[in-house]
């Protein structure tokens, strides 16, 4: 669970690989993508150390900001 603003809204990504500090998300559809593309920015901008990865349930990683 990660903070991500200052009034306390949070973010929880899927999966975490465990020897990496990389995180995945996995977006089902396009709307999905689109109604959470502020929480993945917010969740880059504040915490850099760590790498997001938005996927498709096939694994095929999107593009997104």
């Not at 949070?10 to 990496?20: A, C, H, L, N, W």
């Not at 559809?29 to 760590?50: E, I, V, W």
Request: charged share 30%; proline share 8%; net charge neutral.
């Amino acid at each position: 669970l990660f903070r991500i603003d200052d009034n306390g809204e949070s973010y929880t990504p899927d999966f975490q690989d465990p020897d990496q500090t990389t995180f995945y998300e996995v977006v089902g559809t396009r709307q999905a993508l689109s109604a959470n593309k502020r929480k993945y920015g917010m969740f880059r901008s504040r915490y850099p150390q760590f790498t997001l990865k938005i996927v498709r349930p096939d694994g095929q990683e999107i593009q997104a900001p």
